[in-house]
């Protein structure tokens, strides 16, 4: 019923895929860039035909990892949402169909041994008795929502009194045009984040050189808090495109906690992307300081196909393997 194609970097019709009605900034060629970049792994796209009729991509990247996978996305590219990106509208089933079949194609074709797939669109409910699958979950905002509605669910004694209060001491949160002195700025205060927790960052400071350089100005928020003095107290990134908006990174420096720099830092984020006509601000993750901005938790899939038995158990052995390597680490520290 479908073909699919692999298509070569130049072939690659971004234009396209961007303006379907499933894109997300994480299946733009920017961020495929990023990935290219930072870690070297290339861009993984597939036309898919049916009866003859181009009916949209499949946009991933393709990884080694003691053996290869299709991932899309892969974890620790801090990177989400990708899959299919439709020139026709389509239900869910049919989704999960279109993979079942382009995963047979990769494992017959020999691109990979493993696919794993986290589409914005599916929910638990349509994988359930399908697919292999695992729960996604995270909290997002609607936008689509008025300022004053957004304002309202901020709780109020935990985000809307730090915004007042930070206000009232002089902070004020501006957009950065000075792009390297912001990433060494931000990363500096990174590094005093995780060494609280007796770690140290899981990227490097060429991670964020490179999503920035392939994102800004277009598909990146770059905003910083900054003091009455001007000390950039808070730094925050904010990648996004019309459907989706994401915080995709923010820190601090512990001696200007008083003056309240991060809840008007990632509010002003919010409401940044909500101008420019974003639909969806998601948090990205679960931590539990995200609550104060009155989110909904949201719980999609990540769904899995091997072309072996006994690859998807490897895989989450070697997760939890990496892990527990780097908690022990941690306690051990302190």
Same mark, same amino acid.
């Given at each position: 019923?479908?073909?699919?194609?692999?298509?070569?970097?130049?072939?690659?019709?971004?234009?396209?895929?961007?303006?379907?009605?499933?894109?997300?900034?994480?299946?733009?060629?920017?961020?495929?860039?990023?990935?290219?970049?930072?870690?070297?792994?290339?861009?993984?796209?597939?036309?898919?035909?049916?009866?003859?009729?181009?009916?949209?991509?499949?946009?991933?990247?393709?990884?080694?990892?003691?053996?290869?996978?299709?991932?899309?996305?892969?974890?620790?590219?801090?990177?989400?949402?990708?899959?299919?990106?439709?020139?026709?509208?389509?239900?869910?089933?049919?989704?999960?169909?279109?993979?079942?079949?382009?995963?047979?194609?990769?494992?017959?074709?020999?691109?990979?041994?493993?696919?794993? +797939?986290?589409?914005?669109?599916?929910?638990?409910?349509?994988?359930?008795?399908?697919?292999?699958?695992?729960?996604?979950? &995270?909290?997002?905002?609607?936008?689509?929502?008025?300022?004053?509605?957004?304002?309202?669910?901020?709780?109020?004694?935990?985000?809307?009194?730090?915004?007042?209060?930070?206000?009232?001491?002089?902070?004020?949160?501006?957009?950065?045009?000075?792009?390297?002195?912001?990433?060494?700025?931000?990363?500096?205060?990174?590094?005093?984040?995780?060494?609280?927790?007796?770690?140290?960052?899981?990227?490097?400071?060429?991670?964020?050189?490179?999503?920035?350089?392939?994102?800004?100005?277009?598909?990146?928020?770059?905003?910083?808090?900054?003091?009455?003095?001007?000390?950039?107290?808070?730094?925050?990134?904010?990648?996004?495109?019309? *459907?989706?908006?994401?915080?995709?990174?923010?820190?601090?420096?512990?001696?200007?906690?008083?003056?309240?720099?991060?809840?008007?830092?990632?509010?002003?984020? +919010? +409401?940044?992307?909500?101008?420019? &006509?974003?639909?969806?601000?998601?948090?990205?993750?679960?931590?539990?300081?995200?609550?104060?901005?009155?989110?909904?938790?949201?719980?999609?899939?990540?769904?899995?196909?091997?072309?072996?038995?006994?690859?998807?158990?490897?895989?989450?052995? #070697?997760?939890?393997?990496?892990?527990?390597?780097? *908690?022990?680490? #941690?306690?051990?520290?302190?």
């Amino acid at each position: 019923m479908y073909k699919f194609e692999l298509l070569d970097e130049g072939r690659i019709p971004w234009d396209s895929i961007h303006g379907t009605y499933d894109s997300t900034i994480y299946k733009t060629k920017e961020w495929l860039t990023y990935l290219n970049k930072w870690k070297g792994i290339p861009a993984f796209v597939v036309q898919i035909t049916k009866d003859e009729n181009d009916i949209g991509y499949f946009v991933g990247e393709i990884v080694k990892q003691v053996v290869k996978i299709v991932g899309s996305p892969f974890e620790g590219t801090g990177t989400a949402h990708q899959g299919l990106s439709m020139l026709v509208n389509i239900s869910n089933e049919e989704r999960i169909i279109i993979y079942k079949e382009l995963s047979k194609w990769v494992f017959k074709n020999h691109y990979a041994l493993f696919v794993q +797939i986290e589409d914005w669109q599916l929910s638990v409910e349509d994988c359930e008795g399908k697919v292999k699958y695992s729960p996604v979950d &995270g909290y997002l905002i609607d936008l689509n929502k008025t300022e004053d509605e957004l304002f309202h669910n901020l709780h109020s004694s935990s985000c809307r009194y730090s915004i007042n209060k930070s206000r009232k001491q002089g902070v004020v949160i501006r957009e950065t045009f000075d792009v390297k002195r912001f990433v060494e700025i931000y990363y500096d205060q990174l590094i005093e984040v995780f060494a609280k927790q007796g770690l140290t960052p899981t990227y490097g400071i060429e991670c964020v050189h490179a999503l920035v350089d392939s994102l800004y100005p277009n598909r990146i928020l770059l905003l910083e808090a900054v003091s009455q003095e001007g000390d950039v107290l808070a730094t925050g990134l904010f990648p996004g495109d019309e *459907n989706l908006a994401v915080f995709w990174g923010g820190a601090s420096y512990q001696r200007y906690q008083k003056l309240c720099p991060n809840e008007p830092l990632i509010w002003e984020g +919010i +409401i940044k992307w909500k101008s420019r &006509g974003t639909r969806t601000f998601d948090m990205c993750g679960i931590r539990q300081y995200k609550l104060k901005f009155g989110p909904e938790l949201y719980t999609k899939t990540k769904i899995y196909f091997s072309k072996y038995p006994g690859l998807l158990e490897m895989k989450n052995l #070697a997760k939890k393997a990496y892990y527990g390597i780097r *908690n022990f680490k #941690a306690r051990f520290k302190k």
